[in-house]
C-alpha cells in the first residue's frame, strides 16, 4: 500500500524516509478504516471514528443527518475553518500546527513549511489521509487541482496558507 501511495502522489508520500521505513502515515488511516468495518455490520447503526483528529463515518440510515465535521484554524485553536457535513467517508488533515514540523518533502529533503494545514476528504480515510499528507508536503496553489487530478473523488475542503 505505501508503494502505491508513493506513486499516486507522485513521491510526495513516501515511507521510505533517510534511515529507514516508516509507514506510520498510512497506517493510521488503514486502522482505523479496518475498525470501522467492524462497524458496518451493525444495521440500522450510524458510526463516526475519530483517530487522532482524522475521520472515518458511515450514516447508513438514509433518513439520518450528515455528520457535522469542524476543521480547526491552524492558527487560532478552538477557531475553526469550516464546517463539513459528512455521510460516509473519510476526513484527513495534516499540517504543523499539532505536531510542528513533521511533515517532510521527500523530494528536497526539507520540511514542507508554504502550507499551514491541508484537510482532504473523500470516500475513504486511509486516502484522504495519504492526500492530505502529500499535499501538505507538494505545497503549491494548486493543491486542489492536484489532489482532484490524482484522486478523483477527493477534495481539498480547507486550506490555509503559511504568512
Not at 513516501?14 to 475498525?35: R, Y
Not at 478523483?152 to 490555509?160: I, N, R, S
Amino acid at each position: 500500500m505505501c508503494e502505491e501511495a508513493r506513486e499516486r502522489t507522485g513521491g510526495y508520500f513516501d515511507a521510505w524516509l533517510p534511515g529507514g521505513f516508516d509507514p506510520a502515515g498510512l497506517v493510521k488511516g488503514w486502522a482505523a478504516q479496518k475498525a470501522a468495518a467492524l462497524l458496518d455490520h451493525l444495521r440500522g447503526f450510524d458510526h463516526y471514528l475519530n483517530v487522532g483528529g482524522d475521520i472515518t463515518a458511515r450514516a447508513g440510515v438514509t433518513t439520518a443527518p450528515p455528520w457535522h465535521v469542524a476543521v480547526e484554524d491552524p492558527t487560532g485553536p478552538g477557531a475553526f475553518l469550516t464546517l463539513l457535513d459528512l455521510r460516509t467517508g473519510g476526513v484527513a488533515t495534516s499540517g504543523s500546527a499539532a505536531r510542528g514540523a513533521h511533515i517532510v518533502d521527500p523530494h528536497t529533503g526539507t520540511h514542507a513549511g508554504e502550507l499551514l494545514a491541508v484537510t482532504v476528504t473523500g470516500p475513504t480515510l486511509l486516502w484522504a489521509d495519504v492526500f492530505a499528507t502529500a499535499a501538505f508536503a507538494r505545497g503549491g496553489p494548486d493543491v486542489e487541482a492536484w489532489v482532484a487530478t490524482r484522486a478523483p473523488g477527493y477534495e481539498v475542503a480547507a486550506l490555509a496558507r503559511a504568512p
